[in-house]
């Protein structure tokens, strides 16, 4: 039983760069969340997948923010234009659509400079 | 708007010296009251669920209780193993994501 995988680990762009992070939840999971974490700090909530349908939004999540779950499978996090501000651990999870535990996958660093 | 706060927010224990870390939360329905582990540069590692008050969960060294308004996490007789930021967090009502606190960071000396 694989759990959440998440691409790249490590990231560092210029900023002004795009980047973009994967993530192949635990199979079978219809439901895909998105968070970011910084030092010292507990992830905040970024948005949400049902399937393929991307269901909410939270209001930290920038236009220059998009994230897509092509197929109700894997989801892509793509942040256009980088500001130092993004620099976060940005957390895939999921969850069973017959149960609420949401597991956590290892986070993708993101370091802006 | 939910708040999730737990207390305190550093603590360090000796080996076998037992305590207690705190989350309160103001939600207006609480679906459910989640517990994680989340060690250095890795994603949260998932505890315990709670969904009513009173109801109580158990895993080796910890046990975690929910109330009305807050839940504990007690450590019995910690290892430094133990070590680790643990983040509370709360679903409410019909919502899916969870809203977490900013984390107890745990350090159990030898």
């Known amino acids: 039983d694989t759990g959440v995988s998440q691409n790249p680990r490590h990231k560092i762009t210029k900023r002004g760069q795009n980047v973009t992070f994967r993530c192949d939840p635990i199979?079978?999971?219809?439901?895909l969340y998105w968070y970011r974490q910084t030092l010292g700090q507990g992830p905040e909530f970024l948005t949400y997948f049902q399937n393929e349908a991307q269901l909410e939004k939270s209001r930290l999540l920038s236009d220059r923010f998009s994230a897509e779950r092509p197929k109700g499978s894997f989801s892509t996090l793509e942040i256009q234009r980088t500001e130092q501000g993004d620099s976060a651990m940005y957390l895939c999870a999921s969850s069973p659509g017959a149960g609420n535990t949401i597991y956590f996958g290892e986070g993708s660093w993101l370091t802006v400079v | 708007e939910d708040q999730v706060t737990q207390s305190p927010e550093a603590l360090r224990l000796q080996e076998g010296e037992s305590s207690s870390l705190n989350c309160s939360y103001t939600v207006s329905g609480l679906r459910g009251l989640f517990w994680y582990r989340q060690d250095p540069g890795k994603g949260p590692e998932f505890l315990f669920t709670l969904y009513s008050a009173g109801e109580e969960k158990e895993k080796e060294r910890l046990k975690a209780t929910l109330t009305k308004k807050e839940s504990f996490l007690h450590i019995t007789a910690p290892k430094p193993e133990d070590s680790a930021t643990y983040l509370c967090a709360v679903q409410e009502g019909s919502a899916r994501q969870l809203t977490f606190g900013s984390g107890t960071q745990l350090t159990v000396l030898p």
């Open positions: 199979s079978e999971h219809n439901r």
